[in-house]
């Protein structure tokens, strides 16, 4: 059963920094694409950042580049969000994805997790 499970979140002062994480349960975080979403009061659900399986490359949304990083630990099924100089555009509900594809039989799944509040107000 996949299971991701974000941790981190909370009330922030602008400037400040937090660290999310998620942990990842039922399948191989290394073999797959981790990406960050996040969805602001009365905004759709966004992309935030991503990170490659295979290079380790990243990817990230431009609102966020330059103060964020993804990174991961796959020995540790965990991916990770540094930020750093919060913003209150910040505030939002921050998720972990993954998109699964099994072979056998070929299915593919979204996964999502229930989310970590991070609030950026002084």
């Known amino acids: 059963q996949v299971q991701l499970v974000e941790s981190g979140g909370g009330l922030v002062q602008p400037g400040g920094s937090l660290r999310l994480s998620c942990v990842a349960s039922g399948f191989t975080t290394g073999k797959y694409v981790m990406s960050w979403f996040r969805q602001r009061p009365g905004k759709e659900r966004e992309l935030v950042a991503f990170i490659i399986n295979v290079s380790g490359k990243t990817r990230y949304a431009d609102s966020v580049k330059d103060r964020f990083t993804i990174s991961r630990d796959n020995g540790k099924q965990s991916i990770y969000l540094t930020m750093n100089r919060l913003e209150p555009e910040d505030t939002a509900i921050y998720f972990c994805?993954?998109?699964?594809?099994?072979?056998?039989?070929?299915?593919?799944?979204?996964?999502w997790g229930r989310g970590t509040q991070v609030t950026v107000a002084s």
């Open positions: 994805y993954a998109r699964i594809t099994t072979l056998e039989p070929i299915v593919t799944n979204d996964y």
